[in-house]
């Protein structure tokens, strides 16, 4: 695997070990109901259990970006955001936290008002014209995510020719300007679900090791998604099986951060792709 290195807080922080990042919704509406949380102490809870069981980063969301999800206004997002991290921060003053954000106000909010280490822009910088430069203010590590359109309408926008070639030309545009703008730590998420059929999502899992060309680490976030659920003909509560076997392919594949609702299983699947890796060196060494 090749050394990526971001920068939280002046310390480097090396993403070429894999890593697990939780997932946390306050929202009413988010796909999955274990992820989601309503008051302090269920939050709080969640991520104390979440430490226990080895995650390295929490990423905190206050809108639903499920396929036809309708946006909150700004002042929702900040006023669940604001609770939420106020507690955190206070109960977890050192843990890695990011946030789920297309909107560079709240970004730069909540960078400067709780440390939030890392952005998490599912538009990938498309949604707010002032989303790069205020990255590259901030300089924090900026997580670019290929969609399409947008929650409400992103999977009217799901027509491609050869999906992974298009997600990598899509991103490298926003790269481009992200680039420009002055962003150092970039982090690539190719999407899954968002504005990609099922049959897109697995393509694009099966060719996952492209992204790679364009050296810069890959964050992978399946769980408990539909293209796994639709696909077995199951729940969301039931998906964690499909998860597990997906997250392992992610991490042959090249995977740096799986972004998950169950860190414990992650976190075994993690384990078991490094003992296979070590054991593959061993033998070369041989």
Not at 84 to 109: G, V
Not at 126 to 142: E, F, G, N, S
């Amino acid at each position: 695997m090749s050394h990526y290195w971001i920068n939280i807080r002046g310390d480097l922080y090396d993403l070429s070990i894999p890593r697990v990042m939780g997932i946390v919704n306050i929202t009413p509406d988010s796909f999955y109901v274990g992820s989601r949380y309503t008051n302090v102490e269920e939050l709080t809870a969640a991520i104390e259990r979440m430490l226990s069981e080895g995650v390295d980063m929490i990423d905190v969301g206050a809108f639903s970006s499920r396929p036809g999800a309708i946006p909150v206004s700004e002042d929702e997002e900040k006023t669940r955001l604001g609770k939420a991290l106020e507690a955190i921060r206070n109960r977890f003053p050192d843990i890695i936290l990011s946030i789920d954000t297309c909107r560079a106000s709240i970004a730069e909010w909540a960078v400067t008002t709780f440390g939030i280490d890392l952005i998490n822009d599912i538009s990938g910088g498309r949604a707010d014209k002032d989303m790069y430069a205020t990255i590259a203010r901030l300089q924090v590590p900026y997580i670019m995510m290929h969609m399409r359109g947008t929650p409400a309408d992103m999977q009217n926008h799901a027509k491609y020719k050869n999906v992974t070639q298009e997600v990598i030309y899509e991103l490298s545009e926003c790269l481009y300007h992200a680039r420009y703008a002055g962003i150092n730590d970039i982090i690539l998420d190719p999407g899954f679900g968002f504005a990609k059929t099922l049959e897109q999502n697995y393509e694009l899992m099966a060719n996952l090791e492209a992204l790679k060309i364009m050296n810069l680490p890959i964050l992978v976030g399946i769980s408990r998604k539909s293209m796994i659920y639709k696909l077995l003909n199951i729940q969301p509560d039931q998906a964690l099986n499909g998860t597990t076997a997906l997250h392992m392919i992610a991490l042959m594949k090249g995977a740096n951060i799986l972004r998950v609702h169950d860190v414990w299983a992650a976190r075994e699947a993690i384990r078991l792709f490094n003992a296979l890796k070590n054991a593959k060196s061993m033998n070369h060494e041989e």
